[in-house]
């Protein structure tokens, strides 16, 4: 029997089922229509050839060459869009062969939002907007990150929110969900040290995972034994007070128990005993 | 040049014990004013900040990287654990940014109830706000105050919902449940009651001469470093600047409620202080407004798109077509359109944006989530410096930041 083909360029979650006759319409794009946008968009296309802009929704969206979108948003800067509200890139590189980024600019006086997208190719960098935006500074420090784009002329390009010593990029599609074969031993060469790879194993780093036989780390509950003990099969009843119990409290015995009768979720049991 | 590793260190005061001048101070990771695990590494000279460079990443779980791997229903739990203060601001803007891309209209009834929720939550999370900010001021009784009244706040949450910290009050195309009549009267009498405590909790600091002198020109915040920094919400409107989503870009019903937009010009944290009160006030008017928003209302709760959004319970245990539909959205989950969308929404801490990309898949192709604190604890670096140690837990505390949010 052979095994199912997985793609190795995309190792995220697929659907197990897709319709054969299913197609996805696609978000509508309109020509911006708006005319302070629009204007702002002719200011842009002075000094860069503007590729595309539409609307998506009640997004205005320009697409511009991955060389000209510093001198795009310097453009745009000078039209009033002083804040940077967001950046980043999607991988595309099992389909284009490149990463898409974008910029999110924000004009509070004229309250208008424009997004700045451009296409750069693997192993491509990108010049850094940090001195147009100081937000740009760890927006892009997050997008080497999660993604290894380099920003050219960045003051401090530097992992952000992984350990400066971590492999690959792990927003990039080829990453696996659960972290990679180095991810698994992360933590344990930096604690204990490579030699210690046999005695402590690999990280177990799936949340959802839970090992059957394992009572170090899990408690089989009515099946409790000792901290790493072997597991068992037979019944340990809990009671939940201690010997002797409580002062006004009668001790509890859950075999003991009964559900009265009266109780109106109860009653349509009455009569089957 | 120190060469780290595993049996020698990093010890970040050698260039001290060398030159003799400039301390490195570790604020943190622990520290209890840094509000979460932001290790903060700060170059003294004396008193003063030098340089500052915030570490953070200490609670990173990839929620990112989880969404890819989600379908949209499944991924909105997820969103509680970014800023847990106030988790149905989070809920409500993945859930609003979904709606779009998609084109769900929503029934009133349930924009009125997100509304109050909205609000609900933004008073929760100014109150924990203030009584965090309090405490590491060294006001111990507002402390006390705040959170008697985000009590009963997390009770009505709690009432709606059953949650009281990680809510999920709201679905992708409505709400999940109806608010009774009774908890109405309850939220109407919460409101009536709340200004006075806040005139309580503005009597106790105030004129407090000890809160003056630790605020008042503390962590002044230029304007166009705030713009450059992106900040948003308070820190913009703390710096002069009118800007909050819900007048200038409204969703839901903002359009049709009467409230203020308060700014301060004195770009301190002071004036931030006030602003958040202000604030606050302004939540209890757009409450009481929506409140009466209710009556009248048809009861939908959900919006009608069979092919996003599953019937009420009632159709689907009694409707054939409607138990297959729901069957396909839970298992396979929906396939938003092909397309991209940025949605900000203003949630208590800032912008909170979700951008989408959808390739029609049922799980979304990219998703970045714009937290307004990962800009904020960004500024740290160029506001910090010229500022005195004492200062810098006013600063980190009038930033307001939540550390759920930065690290995702």
Same mark, same amino acid.
């Given at each position: 029997?052979?095994?199912?083909?997985?793609?190795?360029?995309?190792?995220?979650?697929?659907?197990?089922?897709?319709?054969?006759?299913?197609?996805?319409?696609?978000?509508?794009?309109?020509?911006?229509?708006?005319?302070?946008?629009?204007?702002?968009?002719?200011?842009?296309?002075?000094?860069?050839?503007?590729?595309?802009?539409?609307?998506?929704?009640?997004?205005?969206?320009? +697409?511009?060459?991955?060389?000209?979108?510093?001198?795009?948003?310097?453009?745009?800067?000078?039209?009033?869009?002083?804040?940077?509200?967001?950046?980043?890139?999607?991988?595309?590189?099992?389909?284009?062969?490149?990463?898409?980024?974008?910029?999110?600019?924000?004009?509070?006086?004229?309250?208008?939002? +424009?997004?700045?997208? &451009?296409?750069?190719? #693997?192993? %491509?960098?990108?010049?850094?907007?940090?001195?147009?935006?100081?937000?740009?500074?760890?927006?892009?420090?997050?997008?080497?990150?999660?993604?290894? +784009?380099?920003?050219?002329?960045?003051?401090?390009?530097?992992?952000?929110?992984?350990?400066?010593?971590?492999?690959?990029?792990?927003?990039?599609?080829?990453?696996?969900?659960?972290?990679?074969?180095?991810?698994?031993?992360?933590?344990?060469?930096? +604690?204990?040290?490579?030699?210690? $790879?046999?005695?402590?194993?690999?990280?177990?780093?799936?949340?959802?995972?839970?090992?059957?036989?394992?009572?170090?780390?899990?408690?089989?509950?009515?099946?409790?034994?000792?901290?790493?003990? @072997?597991?068992?099969?037979?019944?340990?009843?809990?009671?939940?007070?201690? #010997?002797?119990?409580?002062?006004?409290?009668?001790?509890?015995?859950? %075999?003991?128990?009964?559900? $009265?009768?009266?109780?109106?979720?109860?009653?349509?049991?009455?009569?089957?005993? | 040049?120190?060469?780290?590793?595993? =049996?020698?260190?990093?010890?970040?005061?050698?260039?001290?014990?060398?030159?003799?001048?400039?301390?490195?101070?570790?604020?943190?990771?622990?520290?209890?004013?840094?509000?979460?695990?932001?290790?903060?590494?700060?170059?003294?000279?004396?008193?003063?900040?030098?340089?500052?460079?915030?570490?953070?990443?200490?609670?990173?779980?990839?929620?990112?990287?989880?969404?890819?791997?989600?379908?949209?229903?499944?991924?909105?739990?997820?969103?509680?654990?970014?800023?847990?203060?106030?988790?149905?601001?989070?809920?409500?803007?993945?859930?609003?940014?979904? #709606?779009?891309?998609?084109?769900?209209?929503?029934?009133?009834?349930?924009?009125?109830?997100?509304? =109050?929720? =909205?609000?609900l939550?933004r008073l929760a999370s100014h109150l924990f706000w203030l009584a965090t900010h309090a405490l590491d001021i060294g006001a111990m009784s507002v402390f006390l105050y705040a959170f008697r009244e985000r009590e009963y706040i997390l009770d009505l949450?709690?009432?709606? &919902?059953?949650?009281?910290?990680?809510?999920?009050?709201?679905?992708?195309?409505?709400?999940?449940?109806?608010?009774?009549?009774?908890?109405?009267?309850?939220t109407a009498q919460f409101m009536a009651h709340l200004p006075k405590e806040i005139e309580m909790y503005e009597g106790l600091l105030d004129t407090n001469r000890i809160w003056r002198?630790r605020l008042?020109?503390?962590?002044?915040?230029?304007?166009?470093?705030?713009?450059?920094?992106? &900040?948003?919400?308070?820190?913009?409107?703390?710096?002069?600047?009118?800007?909050?989503?819900?007048?200038?870009?409204?969703?839901?019903?903002?359009?049709?409620?009467?409230?203020?937009?308060p700014?301060?010009?004195? &770009?301190?944290?002071y004036?931030r202080y006030k602003l958040y009160m202000e604030e606050m006030r302004q939540s209890i008017r757009?409450i009481n407004?929506?409140?009466?928003?209710?009556?009248?209302?048809?009861?939908?709760?959900?919006?009608?798109?069979?092919?996003?959004?599953?019937?009420?319970?009632?159709?689907?245990?009694? @409707?054939?077509?409607?138990?297959?539909?729901?069957?396909?959205?839970?298992?396979?989950?929906?396939?938003?359109?092909?397309?991209?969308?940025?949605?900000?929404?203003?949630?208590?801490?800032?912008?909170?944006?979700?951008?989408?990309?959808?390739?029609?898949?049922?799980?979304?192709?990219?998703?970045?989530?714009?937290?307004?604190?990962?800009?904020?604890?960004?500024?740290?670096?160029?506001?910090?410096?010229?500022?005195?140690?004492?200062?810098?837990?006013?600063?980190?505390?009038?930033?307001?930041?939540?550390?759920?949010?930065?690290?995702?």
């Amino acid at each position: 029997m052979f095994r199912r083909y997985q793609p190795k360029d995309n190792v995220q979650k697929k659907a197990y089922y897709t319709d054969r006759f299913l197609v996805v319409p696609e978000v509508p794009k309109n020509p911006v229509e708006d005319a302070v946008s629009l204007a702002h968009i002719d200011a842009v296309a002075k000094g860069v050839t503007v590729q595309e802009s539409y609307m998506q929704r009640d997004n205005v969206v320009i +697409i511009v060459d991955s060389k000209e979108a510093k001198k795009a948003l310097e453009l745009l800067k000078a039209e009033g869009y002083k804040v940077l509200t967001e950046m980043s890139a999607v991988d595309w590189l099992a389909k284009k062969g490149g990463f898409e980024v974008f910029y999110q600019l924000l004009n509070i006086t004229a309250a208008k939002r +424009i997004r700045v997208k &451009c296409f750069i190719k #693997e192993n %491509e960098a990108i010049e850094s907007v940090e001195s147009l935006f100081r937000s740009a500074d760890w927006a892009e420090r997050e997008m080497y990150d999660m993604f290894g +784009i380099i920003a050219n002329n960045h003051p401090h390009l530097k992992r952000i929110l992984l350990p400066d010593d971590w492999h690959d990029y792990p927003l990039r599609k080829t990453y696996p969900l659960h972290g990679d074969e180095a991810a698994n031993w992360y933590e344990v060469d930096l +604690i204990y040290g490579k030699e210690y $790879r046999d005695v402590i194993g690999p990280e177990q780093r799936d949340a959802a995972f839970v090992d059957e036989n394992d009572t170090k780390n899990f408690a089989r509950i009515g099946h409790e034994v000792g901290y790493g003990e @072997q597991p068992t099969r037979d019944l340990t009843p809990i009671q939940y007070q201690e #010997e002797g119990g409580t002062i006004l409290v009668k001790k509890m015995k859950p %075999e003991e128990t009964k559900i $009265r009768a009266d109780r109106s979720w109860n009653k349509h049991l009455e009569g089957k005993e | 040049m120190q060469q780290p590793n595993r =049996l020698s260190p990093f010890y970040e005061n050698l260039a001290f014990e060398r030159e003799d001048d400039r301390m490195i101070i570790n604020f943190g990771p622990n520290h209890p004013s840094a509000h979460g695990l932001l290790n903060l590494i700060l170059e003294m000279s004396g008193e003063e900040i030098v340089k500052a460079y915030p570490n953070v990443g200490f609670l990173h779980r990839g929620m990112e990287k989880m969404a890819e791997n989600m379908i949209y229903n499944e991924f909105l739990p997820t969103t509680d654990r970014m800023d847990y203060v106030a988790a149905s601001a989070n809920n409500y803007g993945f859930a609003l940014a979904v #709606e779009k891309l998609v084109g769900l209209e929503v029934p009133r009834r349930a924009k009125v109830i997100r509304m =109050l929720l =909205l609000e609900l939550n933004r008073l929760a999370s100014h109150l924990f706000w203030l009584a965090t900010h309090a405490l590491d001021i060294g006001a111990m009784s507002v402390f006390l105050y705040a959170f008697r009244e985000r009590e009963y706040i997390l009770d009505l949450i709690e009432d709606y &919902c059953g949650a009281r910290l990680t809510h999920s009050s709201v679905r992708i195309g409505g709400v999940p449940l109806d608010v009774t009549p009774e908890w109405r009267k309850a939220t109407a009498q919460f409101m009536a009651h709340l200004p006075k405590e806040i005139e309580m909790y503005e009597g106790l600091l105030d004129t407090n001469r000890i809160w003056r002198m630790r605020l008042e020109n503390v962590g002044r915040l230029d304007p166009d470093m705030a713009q450059s920094w992106g &900040c948003s919400g308070i820190m913009l409107r703390g710096s002069n600047i009118k800007w909050d989503i819900r007048k200038e870009e409204p969703y839901e019903l903002y359009d049709e409620v009467d409230f203020d937009i308060p700014t301060s010009d004195m &770009c301190d944290s002071y004036g931030r202080y006030k602003l958040y009160m202000e604030e606050m006030r302004q939540s209890i008017r757009i409450i009481n407004q929506v409140l009466d928003k209710y009556e009248g209302t048809e009861p939908e709760l959900m919006a009608h798109a069979p092919q996003y959004v599953s019937a009420p319970k009632e159709q689907i245990m009694t @409707q054939n077509y409607s138990l297959m539909q729901h069957f396909v959205l839970v298992t396979q989950g929906m396939r938003a359109p092909v397309g991209d969308i940025y949605v900000g929404t203003e949630s208590p801490k800032g912008e909170l944006g979700y951008y989408i990309y959808s390739d029609g898949e049922a799980y979304p192709y990219r998703l970045k989530i714009r937290a307004p604190s990962f800009f904020h604890t960004g500024l740290l670096q160029d506001w910090l410096p010229g500022s005195y140690l004492a200062d810098v837990v006013t600063m980190i505390g009038s930033s307001n930041t939540v550390f759920g949010e930065v690290d995702r």
